[in-house]
């Protein structure tokens, strides 16, 4: 389909709000009539720029539904998302997928890329998709920092599961997103694969000024984070940071929540 014009997104200036993600009276029905299921109670939450927060939570408490409503990727029933200083409500399809692509990274546990095209291929595809020609020496420099300069050429079938979600990395930062998104990016990896995925993404925060929203199921995943936020029954029923965000803390509030 060829459109005359490309919808045009006027983005709120960045007049230095400092958050990345608002997300107030969140509520997000799933189905409807008798099997409709809550999946979010009127959730509030904001998420500072820079951070990096975790999302834990038993199964089936709204941890994907979370992301998901908060990354654009599904609507709320009700309540307000607003994104990188946008509000998601007033947005087509159209205008949300544009966001996304150039302003949002994602990272999914099974990698998801490409699996035609190399290494080079799959972390230049956000730029190739929004049509900007991947600066060589930007892209160099992504490789080199996720470790995959000498796999440069190979498909992700010829990689490791913590080569490819490595790969998955830098295909999320390749645009500078503000924020990235990632649902249990460690749950396919091995401990030592996963601490690499896990400093990545810290170091993201840290050097990029990235913001990074993280569900995961493991407390020593979570321990990377700057805030561990806790979900049951699709309520936000704890949150730790500081020196509270340890693996043995996050472990054992986890454990307490399932008595
Ligand atoms: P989590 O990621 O914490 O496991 P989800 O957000 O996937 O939880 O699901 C929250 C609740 O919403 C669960 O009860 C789940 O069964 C339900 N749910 C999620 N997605 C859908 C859907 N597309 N249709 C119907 N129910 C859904
Ligand atoms: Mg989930």
Known sequence: MKTTQPPHIV???VTGSSLAVDLRSL????????QAVIA???FNHAIPRGSFTAVMGPSGSGKSTL????AGLERPSSGSVTLAGQELAGLSERQLTLLRRDRIG????DFHLVPALSVAANVALPLRLAGRRPDPCRLEELLSTVGLSDKRHRRPGELSGGQQQRAAVARALVTGPEVVFADEPTGALDRASGRDVLGLLRDAVN???TTVVMVTHDPQAAAW???VLVLA???LVDRLAGSEVTAETIAARMAALEV
Do not use: I, M, W
Request: hydrophobic share 30%.
């Open 11 to 13: 983005y709120r200036p």
């Open 27 to 34: 509520r997000k029905v799933h189905g409807r009539g008798r």
């Open 40 to 42: 979010l109670h009127d």
């Open 67 to 70: 992301l998901h409503c908060a």
């Open 106 to 109: 994602f990272v999914f546990q």
């Open 207 to 209: 050097d990029l000024d």
């Open 225 to 227: 984070a700057d805030e």
């Open 233 to 235: 029954d699709g309520r």
